[in-house]
């Protein structure tokens, strides 16, 4: 069965640096998702993504975030300067798209980034 | 804005239990709903779904019935087993790929 994959399963990073994590959703998949969870608490909608542009973003994602699709399969979240408080397990998830259907997104495994 | 309520946990149970964790929920328009559920050190998994008001979703022995009327999406199973224990999380979501709103998720555990 199809399935959403990232990279990498885990990142440590310093206060300050760049950070890119890396998502292969569904290969017929239109729509794209960033959600976080920090540890203990629930999951949270970061961006959605459609058509190489933002669809809808969370008050959450402020100017350090930026998302790309670079080419036909990868979507990537970059956090331009990491704060501890982004210490989280991000999950991407992706959608088939079908105008007019009742979606289910599908989870990748999630990125668990530490931030020290 | 919509908003998923989940009963508090963590919730501990013998196995063989009957379970039931507690879903409401408020929303603008008519959402989808949904149970995911994550194993320790894993991912979210979908579990069930329902897509309109009564629908029943159901899988692996997890039922959960779409209420309109309560706003409740309520998880139940007649017994659970050990490998049950996870953290379960009720969502809702729309048509046209919107995005999907989560609880807090409720910890289970099932003991021997």
């Known amino acids: 069965e199809p399935e959403v994959t990232q990279t990498p399963s885990h990142q440590v990073t310093q206060m300050g640096q760049e950070v890119i994590l890396r998502c292969v959703p569904i290969s017929n998949h239109l729509y794209f998702y960033w959600y976080r969870q920090i540890l203990g608490q629930k999951v949270e909608f970061l961006v959605s993504?459609?058509?190489?542009?933002?669809?809808?973003k969370s008050e959450i994602f402020d100017d350090q975030f930026s998302v790309e699709r670079p080419d036909g399969s990868n979507f990537t979240l970059k956090i331009r300067s990491t704060k501890l408080e982004d210490s989280a397990m991000y999950f991407c998830a992706s959608t088939l798209g079908l105008a007019g259907l009742q979606e289910t997104q599908y989870f990748g495994p999630g990125t668990r980034l530490l931030v020290l | 804005g919509d908003s998923v309520t989940q009963m508090e946990g963590p919730v501990t149970l013998s196995e063989e239990a009957f379970l039931t964790i507690n879903c409401t929920y408020t929303?603008?328009?008519?959402?989808?709903l949904f149970w995911y559920v994550q194993y320790p050190g894993e991912g979210l998994q979908l579990l069930l779904k329902?897509?309109?008001?009564?629908d029943k979703g159901s899988n692996k022995g997890f039922e959960a019935t779409y209420r309109k009327e309560t706003t409740s999406f309520h998880l139940e199973k007649g017994s659970v087993q050990v490998s049950d224990s996870a953290v379960y999380f009720c969502a809702l979501g729309y048509t046209n790929a919107g995005k999907s709103t989560f609880g807090d998720g409720t910890t289970l555990t099932v003991k021997p």
């Open positions: 929303a603008t328009g008519y959402p989808s």
């Open positions: 329902a897509t309109k008001a009564d």
């Open positions: 993504f459609y058509n190489n542009e933002i669809s809808e």
